[in-house]
Each structure stands twice: as structure tokens, then as C-alpha cells.
């Protein structure tokens, strides 16, 4: 089974910054949607910019201005500005469905997501 991996997080000071990636396990991969999710303990997972294959990224209102989310085929980046303390959490890569992965070509046709890589910033 394909799987996401994420890498890029750290500790922080408020206002600084860090480039989370995210790639898949398979080179040949392919997901019409690709995203980040930051999760806090205890609460849901919370969006925070995605971007449909050879489209425009979208972002929560939280990170417009400071996130930038670009994608190069099969990896997804976050580059995050200005950090403030309300962006800590696990940040989760996550790939819609429909999902073509492998050789020969296979199909996943439920969400996938990476294991999370932690964010902390401090005030």
C-alpha cells in the first residue's frame, strides 16, 4: 500500500519559519488533490491549504499571507512564514481520491495520510 511521509517540522521561535514536505513511497504516484491538515491534542484536524494537480492553492483564512503551498508531481510543500504559537500542532499531508500509484498502475480510492510531523512554536 502507498504511503505518505512528511518531514520538515521542528521547534520555532514566533516568527519563524520552517518548509514541511510531504512524498509518497511510490515514484509513480499520482492524487488529484494533495493537502495539509494541522492536528492539535485532543481536536479535530483542521485544514490548512491544499491544491488540486495543476491548479491554484487554496488556504484557511489562519495562514493566507504567511503559507505558501506548492507541488512538484508527486511532493507537496509548505513553506510557513511569520509562525505564531496558534500554528503549532502535527501536520498531516493528506491525498484525495482518486489515488494512481505504482507500476502496474493500482488505484486507491479512499483518503491517504502521512503519519504527521510536529510543529511547535514558541511565544
Known amino acids: 500500500q502507498v504511503q505518505l511521509s512528511e518531514s520538515g517540522g521542528g521547534r520555532v521561535p514566533e516568527g519563524g519559519s520552517l518548509t514541511l514536505s510531504c512524498g509518497a513511497s511510490e515514484s509513480r504516484f499520482n492524487a488529484g488533490n494533495m493537502g495539509w491538515y494541522r492536528q492539535v491534542q485532543g481536536n479535530e484536524r483542521q485544514w490548512v491549504a491544499d491544491?488540486?494537480?495543476?491548479?491554484r492553492p487554496s488556504y484557511a483564512d489562519s495562514v493566507k499571507g504567511r503559507f505558501t503551498l506548492t507541488r512538484d508531481r508527486n511532493r507537496l510543500y509548505l513553506q510557513m512564514n511569520s509562525l505564531k504559537p496558534d500554528d503549532s500542532g502535527i501536520y498531516v499531508c493528506?491525498?484525495?481520491?482518486?489515488?494512481?500509484?505504482?507500476?502496474?498502475?493500482?488505484?486507491?480510492?479512499?483518503?491517504?495520510w502521512g503519519q504527521g510531523t510536529m510543529v511547535t512554536v514558541s511565544s
Open positions: 491544491i488540486i494537480e495543476g491548479g
Open positions: 493528506n491525498a484525495g481520491p482518486p489515488i494512481f500509484y505504482g507500476y502496474p498502475t493500482r488505484v486507491s480510492n479512499v483518503d491517504l
